[in-house]
């Protein structure tokens, strides 16, 4: 199907797709406008294979406008499952799941009607999005089974890695009472947004098996049902509903934001139950029919397209609206096209409260792809054309504090290769002044980060270029290196990101790409969190969230200007967020010294006192005042507030 065979199919705007149970009917809908007939297969089950399963009726779909096929069955058929049968001229059959069910049966081969009232945790109408003002932004990011998955968390063993593990308030290690870890440690660190890698259904975990095996989540099902595995039942598509939002809730009432890794840049099979029910349609294609490939794996979705695109809107406002989220991360978001981005900015906005749902993604593919009918990527590129609330991760900033992430011994700023300095003062102002070819118009939309899931851990990069391999050994250079890193990121104009257990010096013992598992290399490791020498690293991290927290201007979110930099020698950089002839009260003059020996760097006018030594950070002064000029200590962060 080309492009202008998918236009000329008809448009349907409505906002009832899926199967909506009311009091006393169900009514299904489909969008198949190829289709010659459309029948519902209800079933009392998610799968054959469990108790009392069975058919329980099939019902054929009539033909409405705009290629919607559709049919009202008598009563509220809450927890029923069912398939769709979906007919073609050329004598074709494909049986499909709903692409709009809420939910779904084991391993989502079924979906299941769900009345949403019925799947409501405790107090979940008073549960609300936190006010989090934008200087004080910065997310933490975590896969839900390697959150909770480690036996000596505290959490129960029925919940641990699982959407209830985020629910047990007060855990410790090895319940000791003295040692925070999961929420109980989160609400202390200083974060404001928790990221959670993909939690709609996805392919590749057998949900039937408590030892399905491990994914990172990147190869979606079902786009708007959770993930079974997560859930303490996957045999009934209500618990998982109701489980995942009570893990949301109780993130908001730890006061953080929770943020839903999305992946609509393409479809785990080729054969997707998008593509089975209009074929030729919902799938990029070369010219010769092959699907296109930028995401790796061969299935890109044609956001371009206009049901596509109105799927993907759909699908955020869904998840926005029913679970809270408070915001979205955009997998390979090049692989979208501009239009569907800013249409799904448009529509949150739309919402109560909207405009504070964050959005931003991966400015890049994987590989080339087909935009159709002159549409053009959201990549950084089209920086002009995207709101300027849709944000992006900065790679240009993670490669330069630390080294290039495809070249394991590649050095960056922090670790050997000082002169990428130049690049990290361009990283100070968020790139503002095009130095590299785009031109962020705010701050707020660059995402500066080091480590994420893809690629080393922090910790495993730092020990690669120093050729460590002991990475359970906390070696003193790579501790001031990681410091260091995060003491530059956290001192960013922008919104800060980091990878859970980073703080730690979270380590996958050197593999790269651990997607696929084993689950013990991926989980968080608390008492690795509370070697006495990691929890000083986090410390550290907890000292510089709260200065960003109590300096504003730090961030730029406010629309402050580029940061006045300070004439410094060799390979030391300095900068005051803001420039006086002489320092007000409550200034911050901030100094990067990237060398293994101590260094001498002259102050601004005034009198001053540290917030950051480099090794101890805090958002209240500590230690005696300077005047006209300061050592700094080797390969640290000095942070300095004017008296």
Same mark, same amino acid.
């Given at each position: 199907?080309?492009?202008?065979?998918?236009?000329?199919?008809?448009?349907?705007?409505?906002?009832?797709?899926? @199967?909506? &149970?009311? /009091?006393? =009917?169900?009514?299904?809908?489909?969008?198949?406008?190829? $289709?010659? #007939? %459309?029948?519902?297969?209800?079933?009392?089950?998610?799968?054959? @294979?469990? &108790?009392? /399963?069975? =058919?329980?009726?099939?019902?054929?779909?009539?033909?409405? $406008?705009? #290629? %919607?096929?559709?049919?009202?069955?008598?009563?509220?058929?809450?927890?029923?499952?069912?398939?769709?049968?979906?007919?073609?001229?050329?004598?074709?059959?494909?049986?499909?799941?709903?692409?709009?069910?809420?939910?779904?049966?084991?391993?989502?081969?079924?979906?299941?009607?769900?009345?949403?009232?019925?799947?409501?945790?405790?107090?979940?109408?008073?549960?609300?999005?936190?006010?989090?003002?934008?200087?004080?932004?910065?997310?933490?990011?975590?896969?839900?089974?390697?959150?909770?998955?480690?036996?000596?968390?505290?959490?129960?063993?029925?919940?641990?890695?699982?959407?209830?593990?985020?629910?047990?308030?007060?855990?410790?290690?090895?319940?000791?009472?003295?040692?925070?870890?999961?929420?109980?440690?989160?609400?202390?660190?200083?974060?404001?947004?928790?990221?959670?890698?993909?939690?709609?259904?996805?392919?590749?975990?057998?949900?039937?098996?408590?030892?399905?095996?491990?994914?990172?989540?990147?190869?979606?099902?079902?786009?708007?049902?959770?993930?079974?595995?997560?859930?303490?039942?996957?045999?009934?598509?209500?618990?998982?509903?109701?489980?995942?939002?009570?893990?949301?809730?109780?993130?908001?009432?730890?006061?953080?934001?929770?943020?839903?890794?999305?992946?609509?840049?393409?479809?785990?099979?080729?054969?997707?139950?998008?593509?089975?029910?209009?074929?030729?349609?919902?799938?990029?294609?070369?010219?010769?029919?092959?699907?296109?490939?930028?995401?790796?794996?061969?299935?890109?979705?044609?956001?371009?397209?206009?049901?596509?695109?109105?799927?993907?809107?759909?699908?955020?406002?869904?998840?926005?609206?029913?679970?809270?989220?408070?915001?979205?991360?955009?997998?390979?978001?090049?692989?979208?096209?501009?239009?569907?981005?800013?249409?799904?900015?448009?529509?949150?906005?739309?919402?109560?409260?909207?405009?504070?749902?964050?959005?931003?993604?991966?400015?890049?593919?994987?590989?080339?792809?087909?935009?159709?009918?002159?549409?053009?990527?959201?990549?950084?590129?089209?920086?002009?054309?995207?709101?300027?609330?849709?944000?992006?991760?900065?790679?240009?900033?993670?490669?330069?504090?630390?080294?290039?992430?495809?070249?394991?011994?590649?050095?960056?700023?922090?670790?050997?290769?000082?002169?990428?300095?130049?690049?990290?003062?361009?990283?100070?102002?968020?790139?503002?002044?095009?130095?590299?070819?785009?031109?962020?118009?705010?701050?707020?939309?660059?995402?500066?980060?080091?480590?994420?899931?893809?690629?080393?851990?922090?910790?495993?990069?730092?020990?690669?270029?120093?050729?460590?391999?002991?990475?359970?050994?906390?070696?003193?250079?790579?501790?001031?290196?990681?410091?260091?890193?995060?003491?530059?990121?956290?001192?960013?104009?922008?919104?800060?990101?980091?990878?859970?257990?980073?703080?730690?010096?979270?380590?996958?013992?050197?593999?790269?790409?651990?997607?696929?598992?084993?689950?013990?290399?991926?989980?968080?490791?608390?008492?690795?969190?509370?070697?006495?020498?990691?929890?000083?690293?986090?410390?550290?991290?907890?000292?510089?969230?709260?200065?960003?927290?109590?300096?504003?201007?730090?961030?730029?979110?406010?629309?402050?200007?580029?940061?006045?930099?300070?004439?410094?020698?060799?390979?030391?950089?300095?900068?005051?967020?803001?420039?006086?002839?002489?320092?007000?009260?409550?200034?911050?003059?901030?100094?990067?010294?990237?060398?293994?020996?101590?260094?001498?760097?002259?102050?601004?006018?005034?009198?001053?006192?540290?917030?950051?030594?480099?090794?101890?950070?805090?958002?209240?002064?500590?230690?005696?005042?300077?005047?006209?000029?300061?050592?700094?200590?080797?390969?640290?962060?000095?942070?300095?507030?004017?008296?």
């Amino acid at each position: 199907m080309n492009w202008q065979q998918a236009c000329e199919l008809p448009y349907y705007g409505g906002s009832d797709l899926g @199967a909506n &149970p009311a /009091a006393e =009917e169900t009514v299904f809908k489909l969008w198949a406008p190829t $289709a010659c #007939g %459309v029948v519902v297969c209800l079933y009392a089950t998610g799968t054959d @294979a469990e &108790p009392g /399963a069975g =058919e329980r009726g099939v019902h054929e779909l009539h033909r409405e $406008a705009d #290629g %919607v096929w559709a049919i009202t069955l008598p009563g509220n058929l809450h927890g029923t499952y069912y398939l769709y049968r979906v007919y073609f001229p050329d004598g074709r059959m494909q049986e499909v799941v709903d692409p709009y069910a809420r939910s779904a049966g084991a391993n989502g081969q079924r979906g299941m009607v769900l009345d949403l009232t019925r799947a409501a945790p405790e107090g979940w109408d008073a549960d609300a999005r936190p006010a989090i003002p934008p200087h004080a932004r910065s997310v933490w990011e975590v896969h839900v089974a390697d959150f909770s998955a480690d036996a000596r968390s505290g959490v129960r063993p029925e919940w641990r890695g699982k959407f209830m593990g985020f629910t047990q308030p007060d855990t410790t290690l090895d319940g000791d009472g003295a040692h925070p870890t999961c929420l109980n440690y989160l609400k202390g660190l200083g974060v404001s947004h928790v990221q959670l890698q993909p939690i709609f259904d996805y392919a590749t975990v057998d949900e039937a098996r408590p030892d399905g095996g491990y994914n990172w989540g990147y190869d979606p099902q079902n786009y708007n049902v959770p993930e079974g595995s997560f859930a303490t039942d996957p045999f009934h598509g209500e618990v998982r509903v109701r489980e995942c939002r009570a893990m949301v809730a109780a993130l908001h009432r730890a006061g953080l934001g929770v943020i839903m890794d999305v992946v609509y840049n393409h479809t785990y099979y080729s054969e997707s139950c998008l593509e089975r029910t209009v074929p030729g349609y919902w799938n990029r294609r070369w010219p010769n029919d092959s699907m296109t490939n930028g995401s790796g794996c061969g299935c890109d979705l044609a956001s371009e397209r206009p049901m596509v695109r109105k799927f993907i809107v759909d699908s955020v406002l869904y998840w926005a609206k029913t679970y809270h989220i408070d915001g979205f991360r955009f997998d390979l978001m090049a692989l979208e096209d501009v239009d569907t981005m800013n249409a799904i900015r448009a529509a949150l906005d739309s919402l109560p409260g909207g405009e504070s749902i964050l959005m931003y993604g991966e400015p890049w593919m994987g590989g080339g792809t087909n935009l159709e009918g002159g549409a053009h990527p959201a990549d950084k590129r089209a920086l002009d054309a995207l709101s300027d609330r849709i944000g992006f991760f900065c790679d240009d900033t993670r490669d330069c504090i630390k080294g290039n992430v495809f070249d394991a011994a590649n050095a960056g700023y922090v670790n050997g290769a000082p002169q990428h300095g130049y690049d990290v003062i361009h990283s100070i102002s968020a790139w503002r002044n095009g130095a590299h070819g785009f031109w962020p118009r705010r701050a707020g939309r660059v995402v500066q980060y080091v480590s994420a899931h893809d690629n080393y851990t922090l910790w495993d990069k730092l020990a690669a270029v120093a050729r460590r391999g002991d990475y359970d050994w906390p070696d003193a250079d790579l501790l001031a290196q990681n410091r260091m890193t995060a003491g530059i990121y956290l001192t960013c104009q922008g919104l800060p990101f980091m990878q859970a257990g980073e703080e730690w010096g979270r380590t996958k013992y050197g593999d790269h790409n651990s997607y696929k598992g084993p689950l013990s290399t991926n989980r968080l490791d608390w008492a690795r969190a509370h070697r006495p020498e990691f929890a000083a690293l986090t410390a550290f991290y907890r000292g510089m969230l709260a200065i960003r927290r109590a300096y504003p201007r730090l961030s730029g979110a406010a629309g402050e200007p580029e940061p006045f930099l300070l004439a410094l020698p060799g390979w030391l950089i300095g900068f005051v967020p803001e420039h006086d002839d002489t320092a007000a009260k409550g200034q911050l003059a901030v100094y990067y010294n990237p060398e293994r020996t101590r260094q001498w760097a002259s102050l601004p006018t005034g009198t001053w006192r540290k917030l950051s030594d480099g090794v101890h950070a805090d958002a209240a002064p500590f230690g005696p005042c300077f005047r006209d000029a300061l050592e700094l200590a080797p390969t640290s962060v000095t942070v300095l507030v004017a008296e």
